[in-house]
């Protein structure tokens, strides 16, 4: 089991509500990575982190921000959420070098009414 | 641009038999190719990597094959137990560089007693 922790595991919030996903790892990777994911649908890359202080948008537009202050932290903010935005989201995390092997964590089941 | 594609019927098959799964990718030449597994709700565990100098990769009951030249990964689990039953996703490195993964959308499979 990897040492990728998400909180919370599930979230039902109302319209207009500010979130923050967390996620954190505890194997001193540099890369960190955030996917959305609709039931039986591929992974779509939203954000990703190559360090500290270093962050990109995906393929997959996104009104969601991250930040990456700590190495083991990125967390994940929607200013204001919709029901666009009800999705599972998975945050993953890998070693730099030549070889992308991603560790996940066990996501967030986000609902907004 | 990079497209992947696994087939989207799930594949049924009875415990002990063979499954085999297939990945087909387009517009690409990638350097490895790796294999996740996903249970529903969580997300997706490494299994296995195949570079592209190696034909064949194994891993107890599980076996990776990579053409290069037909552009496509079979993955097989032999004398399959219902606790195989999971969605199973390829994923190759992103042609832009090492840093990011694409994932294929996964094959269900069902492992009936």
């Known amino acids: 089991e990897a040492d990728i922790y998400q909180t919370p595991r599930y979230l039902v919030i109302g319209t207009g509500k500010k979130i923050t996903l967390e996620c954190s790892q505890t194997m001193g990777h540099d890369k960190m990575y955030w996917y959305q994911q609709d039931p039986g649908m591929e992974l779509h890359l939203i954000h990703y982190s190559y360090g500290v202080n270093s962050t990109e948008k995906g393929d997959l537009s996104s009104e969601s921000t991250v930040s990456r202050i700590r190495t083991e932290h990125f967390p994940l903010t929607l200013e204001s959420a919709r029901p666009s935005h009800t999705s599972q989201y998975l945050c993953?995390?890998?070693?730099?070098?030549?070889?992308?092997?991603?560790?996940f964590g066990p996501g967030t089941r986000l609902t907004v009414l | 641009s990079q497209k992947i594609e696994q087939n989207s019927e799930a594949l049924n098959i009875q415990e002990g038999k063979t499954a085999t799964l297939t990945c087909n990718y387009t517009n690409y030449s990638p350097a490895y190719l790796q294999w996740y597994r996903q249970d529903p709700g969580r997300g997706p565990v490494f299994l296995l990597l195949i570079r592209e100098n190696e034909k064949e990769k194994r891993k107890e009951r599980l076996k990776v094959t990579f053409d290069t030249t037909l552009k496509q990964s079979l993955f097989h689990i032999t004398a399959s137990q219902p606790a195989d039953s999971a969605t199973y996703l390829c994923a190759l490195p992103f042609s832009g560089g090492y840093n990011k993964l694409i994932f294929g959308a996964g094959t269900r499979l069902a492992v009936h007693p």
């Open positions: 993953a995390s890998s070693w730099q070098g030549k070889v992308d092997t991603q560790y």
